[in-house]
């Protein structure tokens, strides 16, 4: 029941933008921490950015100002709005829910990923 679908990815050239979505259903949406990871060949799954269901943004260095995650709740989608994309962005990202249901018990979700490559 519980499910996180992203949708956006692409080929886009270096310098260009692209907007990703993920659509949660079977969960109290505007309960969860919301994030994007990525994950290039070889490498370990990163966090990009994250959301709080207070709207307290965090980002990773390398998207920094570049990257920009939003949240609607009434539509139960969380947004990563990419520009001046590089090359190194390149990657399968994934969408991320958690939730502290018990002092240390977390509920977690994770979507199935959509590819972004930057190329020309």
């Known amino acids: 029941q519980e499910q996180l679908v992203e949708s956006g990815g692409g080929l886009v050239q270096p310098g260009g933008s692209l907007r990703l979505s993920c659509a949660a259903s079977?969960?109290?949406?505007?309960?969860?921490?919301m994030g994007w990871y990525r994950q290039a060949p070889g490498k370990q799954r990163e966090l990009v950015a994250t959301?709080?269901?207070?709207?307290?943004?965090n980002y990773a260095d390398s998207p920094k100002g570049r990257f920009t995650i939003s949240r609607d709740n009434a539509k139960n989608t969380v947004y990563l709005q990419m520009s001046s994309l590089k090359p190194e962005d390149t990657a399968v990202y994934f969408c991320?829910?958690?939730?502290?249901?018990?002092?240390?018990?977390?509920?977690?979700?994770w979507g199935q990923g959509t590819q972004v490559t930057v190329s020309s």
């Open positions: 079977g969960i109290i949406f505007r309960l969860f921490r």
């Open positions: 991320h829910a958690a939730r502290i249901v018990w002092s240390s018990a977390v509920e977690t979700y």
């Open positions: 959301i709080t269901s207070g709207n307290v943004t």
